[in-house]
């Protein structure tokens, strides 16, 4: 059995089920079912005696310390967190509150279980925890894509929020003798993403027929990772990663968002003809302090770890969007109040 936290969100449902239809062994999932956190997430599992939903803070130790005694797990995979950047600069508080004292209570309740196994289980015992290649800050065109070793520069309060929880992982192992494995990911795309993000948020106003809105001037770089890739690298890292160390993980898909915006108003107009989608696009306002470029090199995992991407940017993106086509209820569900007041907030008032 293992535990996994933030399991209802995006990448932590996909890697459930997943996980669930691939190794087979049961997960306890804890998830505190935040505005990003979506039960209908885990509705192809609903009734799967191998599944144990647990609504909860990872920040409360008591309650992980009660879930780790009674269901022993082998491997805690940490994804809970509060993970988007623009939030995070209207509001930081939630991102330092989950991000690093979350992090550092649940670290804590570890800390103390893995104490108290014995030899045999504690030799086997992993701390998983899933961050994001943010952490290194921006890069220049030409500069070297970040490695391992690359030195931590966030520049958000989400990656700096981010960071500090690496930082607390990395003081486990090497104080404490947890054992622990850090991936840091570039950007994620897929199924059940929260329309917030790029991604699922073009996809959804390109069906609407609202504005595609693209930050500046829509030339800044980011690394794209289809979401099965990555939960196959966490599975894989989990399995063969060697304690204490950070596996940097990315899908050497180098992009400007506003390729990737009209590489889904291109599937679009495949699948969905009769609109010009890519008259759509918008150009607003830049984020504050916007990096500029991210760049992943994901060299170690591929060698020492044995994983690579089965999917190109291409094929992933087409999966995405009929994903998103044929789920149409979800993005209904998910489009609330407070996702509505959200978007007017954020790009009505910085338009
Ligand atoms: N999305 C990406 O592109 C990306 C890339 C690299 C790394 N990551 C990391 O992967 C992880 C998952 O990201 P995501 O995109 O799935 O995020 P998400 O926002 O979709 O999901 C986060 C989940 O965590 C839960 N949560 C939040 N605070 C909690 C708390 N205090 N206790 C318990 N549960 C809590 C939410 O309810 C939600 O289900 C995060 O740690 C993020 O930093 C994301």
Redesign the pocket.
């Known amino acids: 059995m293992i535990l996994v ?9 996909n890697f459930t089920l997943d996980w669930l239809s691939t190794a087979g062994e049961p997960v306890v999932n ?5 505005y ?3 039960l209908g997430n885990l509705a192809p599992i609903r009734g799967d005696r191998r599944h144990v939903f647990v609504r ?4 409360d130790r008591a309650l992980v310390a009660r879930l780790l005694a009674e269901h022993r797990p082998r491997a805690v995979v ?7 950047v623009d939030r995070s600069i209207h509001g930081p508080d939630a991102f330092v ?3 690093v004292l ?1 992090t550092f209570e649940m670290l804590e309740a570890v800390r103390a279980h893995v104490a108290s196994l014995p030899a045999g289980e504690r030799d086997a015992f992993r701390f998983l925890h ?4 943010e952490v290194y800050g921006s890069l220049r065109p030409g500069d070297p894509a970040f490695s391992e070793t690359t030195p931590y520069a966030p520049n958000s309060p989400y990656s700096a929020s ?1 960071a500090a929880s690496d930082h607390f992982v990395r003081a486990a192992f090497h104080t404490y003798g947890v054992p622990t494995l850090t991936t ?6 897929g199924p059940r ?2 329309p917030e ?1 790029l991604v699922p948020l073009m996809i959804a106003n390109a069906l609407a027929g609202k504005p595609l809105p693209v930050y500046g001037d829509g030339r800044q770089v980011r690394d794209w990772l289809y979401v099965s890739d ?1 939960c196959a690298a966490i599975r894989a890292v989990l399995e063969r990663g060697r304690p204490g160390e950070v596996y940097n993980v990315g899908g050497n898909a180098e992009m400007q968002n506003l390729d990737v915006v009209r590489a889904i108003c291109d599937v679009l107009s495949r699948e969905r003809p009769g609109r010009d989608y890519a008259s759509l696009v918008t150009f607003v306002k830049d984020r504050p302090g916007h990096d500029r470029r991210y760049a992943i090199d994901s060299t170690k995992i591929r060698r020492e770890i044995g994983w690579q991407p089965a999917e190109t940017f291409a094929s992933g993106i087409a999966k995405t969007v009929h994903w998103y086509l044929d789920n149409g209820p979800w993005l209904a569900a998910i489009q609330t109040r407070e996702y509505q007041s959200w978007i007017s907030l954020q790009y009505e008032t910085t338009a």
């Not at 933030?6 to 990448?11: D, E, L, Q, S, V």
């Not at 909860?56 to 920040?59: L, V």
């Not at 940490?78 to 988007?84: Q, S, V």
């Open positions: 936290t933030g399991g209802a969100g995006f990448i932590g449902a804890l998830d505190k079912l935040t990003s956190g979506n909860g803070d990872i920040g940490n994804f809970a967190a509060e993970t988007h509150r989950t991000n979350g899933v961050s994001t290649d981010k840091n990911c570039s950007n994620n795309y993403q929260f993000k990555h």
